[in-house]
């Protein structure tokens, strides 16, 4: 009788564990091409562009080489060992030149798995200040660099990391010091696999202010991406597994967050840019995680990918009260594969990947 | 003892087949907005647009208006003005206009809608669920005139219509019951009960069988190919026409959606499928207000030769709305760069292409 008890309530949690997941996982066989204008890769890169972070002038920072073998190398291609870590900088309004490597501070040769990116500019100096998710074989780092555009180097500002900093995904700048940062699972190693399996709640998002890190939401299972809004006073993280973005309020100086608003996307999102012009949000998806975990373990695989913009229409205190979803961009993995973000800059868009391309495309329709 | 073990086969492959029914009808799938270039609705139709038959050489696209089934509940649709109107690509800031029917016929519910050209004149082919479907000639400039209704018992549950002749064509029957418990069973466990019938002028006969639900049915220009939407396969599945009118299977091409009617580009060979969530459907059947998702999807053949065109062929997304332009979506036409776009119950839309993702 007991034993029927104990096994009736393992089936029930394993359905229900079943069905979550399968949600996000994605039915789609195929993706489908939607092109909002002429669209090109940008050459030289091929090995991922996760992360793309742009100035208000149109240069895009772009954070490649992302090694995924330290995070379970028995499930991901061998392949990954190989990568780079590299950050290369594209300019939109020089368009049709090629994407160019950035030389790295010496401590980060040879030691640089990059992330998430952002950056800040310094109004009156011009100065602009990266901040770089990196998964160091040590452990779990934040690096601030200042890139200095004449020899089109980064030198290291400041190397942070912390015991709460277990599995770092992307990274938001406040000021010169300090940064939010979103953790995407417990655990680095293959025992992370366990965290979506079991619905476990091990994750925290995080606030360093330049000497202490907290938690400022704690219990989740996958806080991915984060961006702020334009007047700073609203914080976006996508939850990927819940195919969601969440809108959080912020109380500036103590960088408390509370949930606001929650959009269901209907698709595993990876990265949200906030458009600092409009306030739309553009958000690199990907239509079937099936798909893409297969892609991971062997990258000749092709993954579909998706863009998708987010168009506020409330008021200004709360412009998501209402909001449109539009798709302006779809492929089926032959020009990028795995899209994980869509930065958008005067018409242009340039989409990056976990492991593959990047494409540039202009929107005309 | 053993009857234990029947009851939960049965019970095992009746949860399966439901299952599959609640994936159908695809609470899962998900569909945001994007338009080719500037879109707007088609005065003046409310009341769907689920047919569209074009003349390309005319750049006329007449458009079958009024669909209802029998379980409908929402009055806006119940009551709502069976027609066929006529659009002008020639004239594209124009709105649609209603054709005015001439002779001893009253339609009741319009489905599909083909049309066949030849010196004489053209002829519209109309799906009508009245028992009966129709074929209408069209008399210049703003009529239609009846020419004559065609019944046969194997029209069942007439779904489209492709004319392949000026008084031969082809039928989808999407089940083999029209209505009732029987339909209903159908639908649920997603038996295949589906056909195509070709009438040669005199007499039908099936072509096809055994397909889960038979919706649209077009053909290629030279007439060589028959295309069907396989709704439940969420395929299209090319067939080759032989001398005799009998269909001979030759590719299926997977979509990974589920598709309405089909059109067939003349100049370049694409195939354009009107796709959909059939949930939003059966919503609207019962709140004709509700916005139901619509997109429509590109076939483009890339290598084949004569026997089989689209031996290989990519598949792009050329057209997208979360309902508040287009709700869902059943048919499409193009014409140039623009293209026309019809919903089951609602609305029409216009769209110019400003990138045709060539």
């Keep these: 009788m007991f034993l029927k008890t104990v096994a009736f309530i393992l089936l029930a949690f394993l359905v229900q564990r079943a069905w979550?997941?399968?949600?996000?996982?994605?039915?789609?066989?195929?993706?489908?091409?939607?092109?909002?204008?002429?669209?090109?890769?940008?050459?030289?890169?091929?090995?991922?562009?996760?992360?793309?972070?742009?100035?208000?002038?149109?240069?895009?920072?772009?954070?490649?080489?992302?090694?995924?073998?330290?995070?379970?190398?028995?499930?991901?291609?061998?392949?990954?060992?190989?990568?780079?870590?590299?950050?290369?900088?594209?300019?939109?309004?020089?368009?049709?030149?090629?994407?160019?490597?950035?030389?790295?501070?010496?401590?980060?040769?040879?030691?640089?798995?990059?992330?998430?990116?952002?950056?800040?500019?310094?109004?009156?100096?011009?100065?602009?200040?990266?901040?770089?998710?990196?998964?160091?074989?040590?452990?779990?780092?934040?690096?601030?660099?200042?890139?200095?555009?004449?020899?089109?180097?980064?030198?290291?500002?400041?190397?942070?990391?912390?015991?709460?900093?277990?599995?770092?995904?992307?990274?938001?700048?406040?000021?010169?010091?300090?940064?939010?940062?979103?953790?995407?699972?417990?655990?680095?190693?293959?025992?992370?696999?366990?965290?979506?399996?079991?619905?476990?709640?091990?994750?925290?998002?995080?606030?360093?202010?330049?000497?202490?890190?907290?938690?400022?939401?704690?219990?989740?299972?996958?806080?991915?991406?984060?961006?702020?809004?334009?007047?700073?006073?609203?914080?976006?993280?996508?939850?990927?597994?819940?195919?969601?973005?969440?809108?959080?309020?912020?109380?500036?100086?103590?960088?408390?967050?509370?949930?606001?608003?929650?959009?269901?996307?209907?698709?595993?999102?990876?990265?949200?840019?906030?458009?600092?012009?409009?306030?739309?949000?553009?958000?690199?998806?990907?239509?079937?995680?099936?798909?893409?975990?297969?892609?991971?373990?062997?990258?000749?695989?092709?993954?579909?990918?998706?863009?998708?913009?987010?168009?506020?229409?409330?008021?200004?205190?709360?412009?998501?009260?209402?909001?449109?979803?539009?798709?302006?961009?779809?492929?089926?993995?032959?020009?990028?594969?795995?899209?994980?973000?869509?930065?958008?800059?005067?018409?242009?868009?340039?989409?990056?990947?976990?492991?593959?391309?990047?494409?540039?495309?202009?929107?005309?329709? | 003892m053993w009857w234990k073990i029947i009851i939960l086969g049965i019970s095992v492959v009746l949860a399966w087949r439901i299952l599959g029914f609640v994936y159908f009808m695809g609470p899962h799938r998900t569909i945001h907005t994007h338009w080719p270039g500037p879109c707007r609705n088609l005065a003046p139709i409310r009341s769907g647009a689920e047919g569209i038959a074009l003349s390309s050489l005319q750049g006329l696209a007449f458009i079958s208006s009024g669909y209802k089934t029998a379980d409908v509940t929402d009055e806006r649709i119940k009551n709502s003005l069976a027609r066929v109107f006529l659009f002008d690509f020639n004239k594209p800031d124009g709105d649609a206009k209603e054709l005015e029917l001439i002779g001893d016929v009253r339609l009741a519910s319009p489905h599909g809608i083909s049309l066949w050209e030849d010196k004489e004149g053209i002829q519209i082919f109309l799906v009508d669920h009245r028992l009966t479907e129709d074929t209408i000639e069209i008399e210049p400039p703003l009529s239609l005139r009846h020419t004559r209704t065609i019944y046969n018992p194997l029209f069942a549950n007439l779904n489209d219509v492709i004319a392949t002749g000026d008084s031969s064509f082809y039928v989808t029957n999407a089940a083999s019951v029209r209505d009732g418990p029987l339909l209903t069973i159908s639908f649920l466990l997603q038996l295949s009960t589906g056909s195509v019938v070709y009438y040669d002028g005199v007499t039908a006969r099936q072509v096809a069988g055994n397909g889960k639900i038979l919706n649209g049915i077009t053909s290629s220009s030279d007439g060589r190919f028959i295309f069907v939407s396989y709704m439940v396969d969420e395929a299209i599945v090319v067939f080759r026409r032989e001398g005799d009118g009998s269909l001979m299977r030759v590719q299926t091409i997977s979509l990974s959606a589920i598709l309405d009617n089909l059109f067939y580009d003349p100049a370049t060979g694409d195939l354009l499928a009107s796709c959909g969530i059939p949930i939003g459907f059966f919503t609207m059947i019962t709140d004709y207000g509700h916005k139901a998702p619509s997109n429509l999807l590109r076939i483009r053949p890339l290598s084949g030769g004569r026997d089989n065109p689209f031996e290989t062929y990519n598949i792009v997304e050329l057209f997208a709305d979360d309902g508040y332009l287009l709700s869902v979506s059943s048919s499409a036409a193009l014409f140039q760069d623009k293209l026309l776009l019809g919903s089951v119950l609602e609305k029409a839309a216009l769209c110019e292409i400003r990138y045709a993702n060539d």
């Design chain 1, 20 to 365: 979550k997941l399968s949600l996000g996982f994605g039915t789609s066989d195929v993706g489908y091409i939607n092109r909002p204008g002429p669209c090109r890769n940008v050459a030289p890169i091929e090995t991922g562009s996760e992360d793309i972070a742009v100035t208000s002038n149109g240069l895009a920072f772009i954070s490649s080489g992302m090694q995924l073998s330290d995070m379970c190398s028995s499930a991901v291609d061998a392949r990954f060992s190989q990568f780079v870590g590299r950050i290369y900088v594209f300019d939109f309004q020089n368009s049709k030149q090629d994407a160019v490597e950035v030389s790295l501070p010496k401590e980060l040769q040879y030691n640089f798995s990059p992330h998430g990116i952002d950056l800040l500019e310094d109004s009156e100096t011009g100065e602009i200040l990266l901040f770089v998710v990196n998964h160091r074989k040590i452990g779990e780092f934040v690096e601030i660099l200042s890139y200095q555009p004449e020899s089109r180097s980064l030198s290291m500002v400041r190397s942070v990391t912390h015991e709460l900093f277990t599995s770092l995904n992307d990274v938001l700048a406040i000021d010169r010091n300090s940064f939010l940062v979103s953790n995407d699972a417990y655990f680095r190693s293959c025992w992370r696999i366990l965290e979506p399996l079991l619905g476990l709640r091990w994750c925290n998002f995080i606030y360093f202010d330049g000497t202490v890190g907290q938690s400022i939401i704690e219990n989740g299972h996958d806080f991915n991406s984060v961006a702020l809004s334009r007047n700073g006073k609203q914080v976006y993280l996508t939850r990927p597994s819940e195919m969601k973005l969440e809108i959080y309020n912020r109380s500036k100086g103590t960088e408390t967050l509370k949930l606001h608003q929650s959009i269901n996307v209907g698709m595993a999102v990876d990265n949200v840019f906030s458009d600092q012009s409009t306030g739309d949000l553009w958000l690199g998806s990907h239509p079937s995680l099936a798909l893409l975990t297969k892609h991971l373990s062997d990258i000749d695989l092709r993954a579909p990918s998706q863009v998708i913009r987010i168009q506020p229409l409330g008021p200004q205190n709360d412009p998501f009260n209402t909001y449109k979803l539009f798709s302006p961009f779809g492929d089926d993995g032959e020009l990028v594969s795995g899209s994980s973000s869509a930065v958008h800059f005067k018409d242009k868009l340039l989409i990056g990947t976990v492991a593959h391309k990047v494409a540039y495309c202009e929107v005309q329709s």
